[in-house]
C-alpha cells in the first residue's frame, strides 16, 4: 500500500481507495496518469479563474468605495462618506486575500 495524492484536493490518501476521504473525488483505478495529470490542471485553472474573478470583484468594491468618497459629503458623518470606507476597506481586504491565495495556488 503507497501513499499518493488526490488529483483533485492533492491530499495524501491511499493508492487503493476509490474516493478521496478528503473532498469525494472518484478515483478511476484504469485512469493513467496522464488522465490524472489532466483532471489536476483543470481543477487548477479553476482555482486560478476564481481567484481572478475575486481580483476584478474586489477591484470594482475598491472603486465604488473611492467614488463614494470622492461624490459624498462633506461631513464626517455622512452615509455616502461612510459606504465609501466599507468600501475601500473590503476592497483592499479582498484583494490582499486573493493575491495572498493566487501566491500560494503558484506555489504547488
Known amino acids: 500500500m503507497a501513499i499518493v495524492k488526490c488529483p483533485e484536493c492533492r491530499k495524501p490518501i491511499s493508492d487503493r481507495a476509490r474516493v ?3 473532498c469525494g473525488y472518484t478515483i ?3 485512469a493513467s496518469d ?3 495529470e489532466r483532471a489536476h490542471r483543470i481543477i487548477r485553472l479553476k482555482k486560478r479563474n ?16 473611492v467614488l463614494f468618497m470622492y461624490f459624498g459629503g462633506r461631513k ?3 452615509l455616502y462618506r461612510w459606504l465609501g470606507y466599507i468600501g475601500i476597506v473590503l476592497g483592499g481586504a479582498g484583494y490582499l486575500f486573493s493575491r495572498i491565495q ?5 506555489r504547488h
Open 20 to 22: 478521496c476521504n478528503h
Open 28 to 30: 478511476s483505478k484504469d
Open 34 to 36: 496522464e488522465e490524472r
Open 50 to 65: 476564481r481567484i481572478q474573478m475575486i481580483v476584478y470583484l474586489s477591484m470594482i468594491v475598491f472603486i465604488a468605495g
Open 76 to 78: 464626517a458623518d455622512d
Open 102 to 106: 493566487s501566491f500560494l495556488l503558484k
